[in-house]
């Protein structure tokens, strides 16, 4: 990003107190006497005449720098007689001389360049090997995007339970939201299973299915991709309040389902 250039005294006055009317600004490279350009706008986009040249009141209009460029400014009067030699201005600063207060103790260093390299070496491999020595403590989801959490030793855990309900006689099982699934069923179903694990890999649900308890004896449609042990889907159970556990497999993105099924708990 530019940077605005500031004149070194903001109204340059003769010896009458009266400005100086057309003085000029000569930009060079610093420490030589090769002009450079400086510019009308924060983009950089329309340099200045070299030298700038002040109006009749003295002023000049905004000058922008270039970030990348340590200039040298040469002041004159309209008669281009010297009035100030300004070097460097906008001179860049190292990284290496910002001094940082690290109370924490985070960093291997002090300043800025010793803490970025820092950084770039231990914090931000956003495509190498990391050891994590500690524990992390998520505050919320991590979203791998179906990438590989390899040799986990896992404890204490769950799947996440989405519940569904049936509209029109139909309902989606979105395995994105979760891989355990509960539905009461309020009406005759048709299910639709969607986003299963990506092709090739295995991928399980689990379905509670409640019978309404009002003595509905609702049935359900299973999607032609469910395959069952002999061929023949369940019934499901009919009595209030009835469950029934369905186990739904497939080890090709959903192209086939193979269903286990217990029934009737009650």
Not at 88 to 96: G, Q, R, Y
Not at 121 to 148: P, Q, R
Not at 234 to 255: C, E, K, M, Q
Request: one cysteine or more.
């Amino acid at each position: 990003m530019s940077r605005l250039f500031y004149m070194p005294q903001a109204v340059r006055i003769n010896s009458a107190g009266l400005p100086y009317a057309g003085a000029k600004i000569n930009f060079y490279l610093t420490g030589t006497t090769t002009k450079t350009d400086t510019y009308q706008d924060n983009a950089l986009g329309t340099a200045h005449a070299n030298p700038v040249i002040a109006d009749s009141a003295g002023q000049f209009a905004a000058i922008y720098l270039d970030p990348d460029i340590t200039y040298k400014a040469v002041i004159t009067d309209s008669s281009d007689n010297v009035l100030d030699t300004v070097d460097p201005v906008h001179s860049p600063i190292a990284a290496s001389a910002v001094t940082v207060t690290d109370t924490g103790g985070y960093f291997a260093g002090t300043d800025v360049e010793v803490i970025l390299a820092d950084i770039g070496a231990n914090y931000a491999k956003l495509s190498a090997d990391e050891t994590i020595a500690g524990d992390w403590v998520v505050s919320g989801s991590v979203n791998f995007a179906d990438k590989i959490l390899k040799r986990a030793m896992l404890q204490d855990v769950g799947y996440l339970t989405q519940v569904i309900v049936s509209a029109s006689n139909a309902a989606t099982i979105n395995v994105e939201n979760g891989n355990s699934i509960t539905h009461t069923l309020t009406e005759n179903v048709t299910y639709t299973i969607s986003n299963p694990t990506p092709s090739d890999d295995y991928c399980e649900i689990v379905i509670q299915i409640i019978q309404d308890g009002a003595g509905g004896a609702y049935t359900v449609t299973w999607p032609a991709s469910v395959n069952w042990g002999g061929g023949t889907a369940p019934t499901i159970s009919t009595g209030n309040d009835a469950v029934d556990i369905i186990v739904l497999r497939t080890w090709n993105g959903g192209t086939a389902w193979f269903g286990d099924y217990v029934q009737n708990y009650s």
